[in-house]
């Protein structure tokens, strides 16, 4: 699984609502922090957390979408169970501690 392209507000929202639990990664080409974290963040995911969809926002080409969910910097994680913002990690974002976080949040969800 990777990270599937966002491109619109709409095409978001949409993904949120028909999926129970998603991470949304918010960043730019420019980053290159964002770069590194990335797939850091999808292996994490991936290997421990299957039941989580990963959506990837450019947030360079579709300003309009983090405006929507106050995201003014890079690079930001939010993670949304049923369509509602739970997870919210922005610039300095330490891997173990993400996932200590996530790891509660996925084992009160699903189990």
């Known amino acids: ?9 709409e095409e978001l929202e949409r993904r949120l609502q028909s999926n ?3 991470l ?26 299957p039941n989580i969809s990963l959506f990837y926002v450019d947030t360079i ?19 949304f169970v049923e369509d509602k913002e739970y997870i ?7 891997v173990a501690g993400f996932s200590e976080r996530i790891n509660k949040l996925y084992k009160a969800y699903f189990e």
């Open 1 to 9: 699984m990777d990270f599937q392209n966002i491109q619109s507000l």
């Open 20 to 22: 129970k639990m998603a």
């Open 24 to 49: 949304v990664y918010f960043s730019h080409q420019k980053c290159n922090v964002c770069k590194v974290l990335k797939p850091k963040i999808r292996e994490l995911i991936v290997n421990n957390y």
């Open 61 to 79: 080409k579709y300003p309009e979408v983090p405006g929507q969910y106050s995201v003014f910097a890079v690079p930001t994680i939010l993670v």
């Open 88 to 94: 919210r990690e922005s610039r300095h974002i330490s």
